[in-house]
């Protein structure tokens, strides 16, 4: 009994996750004119990384800019912390979200062309992956995290499958492997069949 009440909770939830990918296009075709101009909602994880990160605090005297503030939904490039702010003012301060959507953002930035542009560097991607991983293990796993962020664009930002690789624990596992592959004198090889 436990198990069937599991999986209608995991039911339900899928189909509660997909209404609200619909919810978050649906208000970012109501607010468009909301928005503020001028930004790249597309780009938005890697324009904040690079206008926010250590570095161009350090260099260039940049500031660093809180999650969860007026400042952070209205001056960075963040579709769905600007669109929360919007729609749902309280559940914005108070630390909640809309969460993403890739459709929602290539629409805000390029309209159905976008949406179409997006999907379609997807699906190549998507096609590519079991090339490369017959190809070789580092362009294979490349892919491999890819298809991850892919799979889960319709409820995140559209750049995702990039900006993962900007991440530090990323960076870390893809530097220790890579130590250590040269380290061993092992070089790993995918057997093509």
């Not at 994880?45 to 940049?62: K, S």
């Not at 001056?75 to 749902?88: G, I, Q």
């Not at 580092?138 to 750049?159: C, E, T, Y």
Request: a neutral charge; one cysteine or more; hydrophobic letters at 45%.
């Amino acid at each position: 009994d436990r198990d069937r009440s599991m999986s209608e909770n995991l039911l339900i939830s899928f189909f509660y996750q997909q209404g609200v990918s619909a919810e978050v296009i649906g208000y970012t075709y109501d607010y468009e004119n909301t928005f503020p101009e001028g930004k790249v909602y597309l780009l938005g994880d890697i324009t904040d990384y690079f206008r926010h990160n250590i570095f161009a605090r350090l260099l260039f005297g940049a500031k660093s800019v809180e999650p969860q503030t007026v400042e952070h939904a209205l001056e960075d490039n963040s579709l769905d912390s600007a669109l929360t702010y919007f729609v749902k003012p309280d559940l914005y301060l108070s630390g909640g979200g809309l969460g993403g959507c890739y459709v929602a953002e290539a629409w805000k930035d390029l309209g159905y062309f976008g949406v179409c542009l997006v999907s379609f560097l997807y699906g190549m991607v998507l096609a590519k992956i079991p090339i490369w991983c017959r190809k070789n293990l580092w362009i294979g796993s490349v892919g491999l995290v890819m298809f991850n962020q892919i799979i889960f664009a319709p409820r995140a930002h559209a750049i995702k499958p990039i900006f993962v690789f900007f991440s530090l624990n990323v960076i870390i596992v893809y530097a220790y492997l890579y130590i250590a592959s040269k380290r061993s004198g092992n070089r790993v090889q995918v057997v093509n069949s």
